[in-house]
């Protein structure tokens, strides 16, 4: 079988390309014959495809009254994306192309060439882009379901993106032509990473075929942590929705010591360390043994989004190496933890609440270290990397074995 990978970022960027290479990487140690279509990029890992790769296209830069014109078009409908995967199908001809995060550059117009050549076609929604213009259905650091329930015009009228009206109006625009074309109609299956994600899809796809495959992690390439940890750790984007600044206020309000190291960087850097003292601000760290080793020295990964995460991966990392998670009780992620069993899920927002859970691991490192036991356990009977690709596998072979 032959399957060809579609992924705007051809390194890794965020979730969405773990994902996306995980996948790609595992498929061809398997035998399978794999694909690659992407963005020319600088940080580019090689690929022998790199020829039928498309242009950056970068709306954030444009200036000027026809530049925004012409990034705006390929921002909806992608020629060179469409024109070059066609050459790529009619040169490789695979039996399955599989889109991961497509959306602005490479554009969801690249679905209709897949179908229109005949190849049976997935795609894996990392994030909400198909019920929100902007991703993810937060507006002022809060939830928004506005275009889900009602007209994607409301990311205009909300001027969603960064509040720039021209970036806003392109967003309802594409989420219009989406609606027109259907390409997300024309998919034979979505895969969506929690039950969360998949029923909010539901709500805007009522008849689409939408599978759940929960993201992985190698647990053979992870060693768990054999103590208890004497810091707390957070890993992520410094902004509103992912709870930081809540965070940074529960520690305040510890009535145990413990340190809180925070990893990452973000729009609310700079606010964040002039605001708190307490904790220790350890930057962007890319993914190696100095950040598995972070975590696997960690009392506890606090995961405390305020937003619709999906199937978060942060979490699935901390269960990997035997540390247990404070999430918030929000999306995704309460499937994902079994609370008072190998962590806890918090109300999002509520720092006195997280204090406390905090407080109870700090006080009684038996405790921590037992549902970092419980959490590892977890990961490895639902969340392990091998089981995440068999039921790939056995999707591909399912959707192949249909009729075209």
Sequence with gaps: MKILFVNKFFFIKGGAETVYFQERDAMLQAGYQVVDFSMLHAENKPSPWEEFFVHNVDYHDSHGLMSKIKAGVDFIYNAEACAKLNTLLLR???????????????????????????????????????????????????????????????????????????????????????????????????????????????????????????????????????????????????????????????????????PLKIVGDGPLGADLRARFSGPQFLGYMKHGEELNNLIRGARAVVVPSEYYENCSMSVLEAMAFGRPVIGGNIGGIPEQIRDGVDGYLVEPGNSDALAQLMDKLAADPELARNMGINARQRLEEKYDLARHMQVLQALYEQLVGEKK
Aim: hydrophobic share 40%; proline share 4%.
């Design 92 to 258: 490789e001809r695979p039996d399955i192309v599989h889109f991961h995060n497509i959306y602005h550059q490479l554009t969801p117009a690249v679905i209709g060439v897949a179908k229109r050549f005949g190849c049976k076609t997935v795609l894996t929604a990392h994030d909400y882009k198909i019920v929100c213009p902007s991703y993810t259905m937060l507006r002022d650091g809060h939830v928004c379901e506005e275009c889900l329930t009602g007209s994607v015009i409301n990311a205009f009228r909300h001027r969603c993106q960064q509040g720039d009206t021209f970036k806003s109006l392109l967003l309802s625009l594409e989420a219009y032509w989406q609606k027109f074309a259907k390409n997300y109609a024309m998919l034979d299956c979505i895969i969506a990473p929690s039950e969360f994600m998949r029923q909010t899809l539901l709500r805007k796809l009522p008849d689409a075929r939408i599978e759940v495959i929960v993201n992985g992690i190698d647990a053979n390439s992870t060693m768990p942590g054999d103590t208890a940890g004497d810091y707390f750790l957070y890993i992520g984007r410094l902004s509103r929705e992912k709870g930081v600044p809540t965070l940074a206020q529960a520690q305040q309000k510890m009535r145990e010591a413990m």
